[in-house]
């Protein structure tokens, strides 16, 4: 490859443009209008605050819009008010979207997450504060790393709340409870702190046995399933019989008060037309004793199939009766037949 030859420059020959003394003043005038006004002009927006800090003290707090201020002298630290902040515990997302992406590990947020429970087991729990900074001057300067010490609070009292809990009613039944636990008592500790601050939401992500002990866990569960189940089918069965049963036995007892109550009004009725009878006796025995009879013939004779009538005052032998149900012979003439001495 060739070299270039070393041309010498004269560096003496080269004349640099001049500006007009004027012209440079104005230019130099307007580059520092132009510090001036960037450093004096700010925009806050719509969801923020602006606190404003002069040489370091707290002087006022800004709406949202285009503000001025001391340039150089004043400082503007932007709070999000109208934002929902918030803070995960025991996991980490690393992107949010349709298909949201968590961190695979986390040492801190593993240890975080492993709390003991009332029963001495062991729970792995997940959850998520969520809340909005109520006072930007006390969430900036009331407390040294605020973010550090609100985490440190979640802990503490996630940790205390689940403790005083079996690990069934943290598994299961008692996550809402434990959500508006642990929000009462975050919030109060958050106002003793003055931190500035107010919870919205505390909400239990994900609360599961450690990895060793899922598969017991599991079967548990299932145990537990198939007694409730069964629990449920014998109340339905105790739901289908019993109330079968009282019902059959209610119609029993109505049905033999009903046979009571009719055979005391028939006994009260024949009593009370027994009465009445002797009553007409009394006045006229033969008439009363003779329809008697006449009655009671009227009873009983339509149910005889075969009737014979024999006069009272005939004499002699009885006719003889067919056994096969033909006509009774007829008597000697010579004989005279005897009656039986009453008519039936």
């Known amino acids: 490859m060739d070299q270039m030859p070393n041309i010498p420059i004269d560096v003496s020959r080269v004349r640099l443009p001049r500006f007009p003394r004027g012209a440079a003043t104005a230019a130099v005038g307007l580059i520092v209008a132009a510090v001036v006004a ?32 001391i340039p150089f002298a004043e400082t503007v630290l932007k709070v ?10 025991g996991f980490r997302t690393m992107e949010a ?26 729970a792995v729990v997940e959850w998520i504060v969520q809340y909005r900074v109520a006072d930007p001057y006390l969430y900036l300067f009331k407390v040294r790393n605020l973010e550090d010490t609100f985490r440190a609070m979640n802990e503490a009292i996630m940790r205390e709340v689940v403790g005083d809990r079996t690990v069934t009613e943290v598994l299961t039944v008692g996550r809402q409870e434990i959500e508006s636990r642990v929000e009462e ?5 958050a106002n003793q702190y003055e931190m500035g601050i107010t919870i919205d939401q505390v909400v239990l992500q994900d609360v599961n046995p450690p990895d060793p002990v899922k598969p017991s866990w599991d079967e548990v569960n299932q145990a537990q399933q198939q007694r ?12 289908r019989v019993i109330p079968r049963a009282r019902g059959e036995a209610e119609q ?6 009903g046979y009571a109550l009719d055979r005391v009004n028939r006994a009260e009725g024949e009593a009370t037309r027994f009465e009445a009878v002797q009553a007409a006796y009394r ?12 009655e009671t013939m009227q009873r009983i004779l339509p149910r005889v199939g075969r009737k014979l009538y024999v006069d009272e005052d005939a004499t002699g032998v009885l006719p003889l009766l067919s056994l096969d149900g033909t006509a009774p012979r007829r008597a000697p003439e010579n004989t005279t037949p005897v009656g039986a001495g009453g008519g039936q």
């Open 228 to 239: 409730d189940r069964m629990i449920n089918e014998a109340r339905a069965e105790y739901n």
């Open 80 to 89: 999000p008010v109208q934002r929902q902040l918030k803070q995960e515990f």
């Open 252 to 257: 029993t007892v109505l049905q033999a008060e």
């Open 283 to 294: 006045l006229a025995p033969d008439v009363t004793r003779r329809r008697l009879y006449l």
């Open 38 to 69: 960037f450093g004096a002009l700010y925009q806050v927006q719509p969801e923020e605050v602006g606190v404003v800090l002069r040489f370091g003290r707290y002087v006022r707090a800004t709406e949202p819009g285009l503000r001025a201020k």
């Open 97 to 122: 979207g349709i298909r949201t992406q968590y961190a695979a590990f986390d040492r801190d947020a593993t240890e975080e997450s492993v709390m003991l429970t009332g029963d001495l087991n062991v």
């Open 185 to 189: 008592r975050l919030q109060d500790l």
